[in-house]
């Protein structure tokens, strides 16, 4: 359940640093994040819990309709604050595919599911958002490399891991982590 409010709360997140007239370029937009519970995470969106596992889609499907459609309607040019550094609409929509895969697989591990991803879509978001990955190879694989879920034959599992949502034109280079 906090899985996908987490990745709802995500993706709702990203589509509001873009809705402002002028995008705020040195904070996150003003919501409340705050634990539903002692000790649990920190969101601004919350699913009802009354409206069982199909209202938890729903909050899922709207923030995910929210974040494309700002994607998709904020001009290129526009830019906004993100904790890794400004992003501009392309990044904030590669940072919410790449956070739907990942806790895509994360629910599916957890529920005993085999769960991949199209190559080319993760071949895009690890272009955009990791520059630094290693070319070729089983991309998915990359990815989850990439975000610390798993390791390559060559390469150790990540401990700490971050991408690279600035545009490339304002000269995107290498941050992650190893």
């Known amino acids: 359940w906090e899985t996908v409010e987490h990745l709802s709360d995500d993706l709702f997140a ?11 370029l040195d904070r996150d937009v003003p919501y409340r994040w705050a634990p539903e519970r002692q000790g649990g995470p920190y969101n601004a969106v919350f699913a009802d819990r009354d409206a069982g596992p199909a209202g938890l889609l729903a909050t899922l499907e ?3 309709a929210l974040l494309a459609s700002m994607a998709r309607t904020t001009p290129p040019e ?11 609409p392309e990044g904030f929509a590669a940072m919410g595919v790449v956070e739907t ?7 599916a591990e957890g529920l005993g599911l085999d769960w991949s991803p199209s190559p080319a879509l993760c071949d ?3 272009a955009r958002l990791f520059p630094d990955a290693p070319a070729g190879g089983d991309r998915w694989a990359v990815l989850l490399w990439a ?8 390469r150790p599992r990540r401990t700490s891991w971050r991408w690279d949502g600035r545009p490339r034109e304002e000269g995107q280079t290498a941050s992650s982590a190893g």
């Open 14 to 24: 990203y589509a509001v640093q873009l809705g402002p007239r002028t995008p705020p």
């Open 62 to 64: 709207a923030s995910g």
């Open 78 to 88: 526009v830019r906004s604050y993100h904790g890794y550094g400004i992003s501009d």
């Open 101 to 107: 895969l990942v806790h895509t697989y994360d629910l």
């Open 124 to 126: 895009r978001v690890l």
């Open 147 to 154: 975000t610390g879920r798993a390791e390559l034959p060559d």
